[in-house]
């Protein structure tokens, strides 16, 4: 299999076409409701890098952790806010090295920008692993999809249908059975690990296969 691969942006069952933005079951409810929308433009308005954490959590097959999930997420906001903060004041107390921090603000720019990138192409590719979607390697199009401006929001609401709702509820977790340390760090779901059953929480509706990940087995 080439590098580049298939697009594969036709999930089935688990996720429908990648353009059909309007499709917003079961993320906005099953069926469509009003609370449950709400309830995904909330989470994802007040803390839309914890819906993240939480995804990729539930593509590995774990729930979602602080050390391994959560604080991977929230890294290229906290590089961002960081810098921003060194350079307005950097402005205010030492104006003439403004210019040169200036300059060098492509430096965290490009961090945050590659770590997102990898972090939302590492979910991607683990969802197509547990749903048995194309080829289970890695490809040019699943980082494509995720960096292009154009196509970016499309994918993401298609992974979003291919969970349920507990599949990206951070909030629900955080309250009900709390937040892990560490649920063991991983990259992405093995290629040989696919399918889930339905007894496993915010999986959905996937062919049968084992239980939860263990944190023993290998990342690839």
């Not at 999930?69 to 060194?86: A, N």
């Not at 048995?132 to 499309?154: E, H, M, Q, R």
């Not at 298609?158 to 977790?173: H, P, Y």
């Amino acid at each position: 299999m080439s590098i580049v691969g298939e697009p594969n942006l036709d999930w089935g069952n688990h996720g429908d076409q990648c353009w059909e933005f309007w499709k917003v079951e079961p993320c906005c409810g099953r069926p469509f409701n009003l609370k449950d929308c709400c309830y995904c433009f909330w989470c994802f308005a007040c803390c839309g890098s914890c819906v993240l954490a939480k995804l990729w959590a539930t593509s590995e097959g774990k729930e979602c952790g602080v050390v391994n999930h959560w604080i991977p997420w929230v890294l290229p906001y906290l590089i961002s806010v960081v810098w921003m903060i060194v350079y307005y004041a950097c402005i205010i107390f030492v104006p003439s090295i403004a210019g040169i921090l200036y300059l060098c603000s492509i430096v965290p720019s490009l961090a945050s920008f590659i770590i997102y990138i990898a972090l939302r192409t590492f979910t991607r590719v683990s969802l197509r692993r547990m749903h048995s979607i194309g080829d289970a390697k890695l490809n040019l199009w699943d980082a494509f999809l995720v960096c292009c401006p154009c196509t970016s929001p499309c994918e993401l609401c298609q992974e979003l249908r291919a969970v349920e709702i507990e599949g990206w509820d951070w909030l629900n977790q955080a309250r009900t059975t709390g937040l892990p340390p560490n649920t063991g760090f991983v990259l992405m779901r093995p290629e040989n690990y696919s399918g889930l059953g339905q007894d496993t929480k915010g999986f959905g509706t996937t062919t049968e296969g084992p239980g939860p990940m263990s944190d023993t087995e290998p990342a690839w």
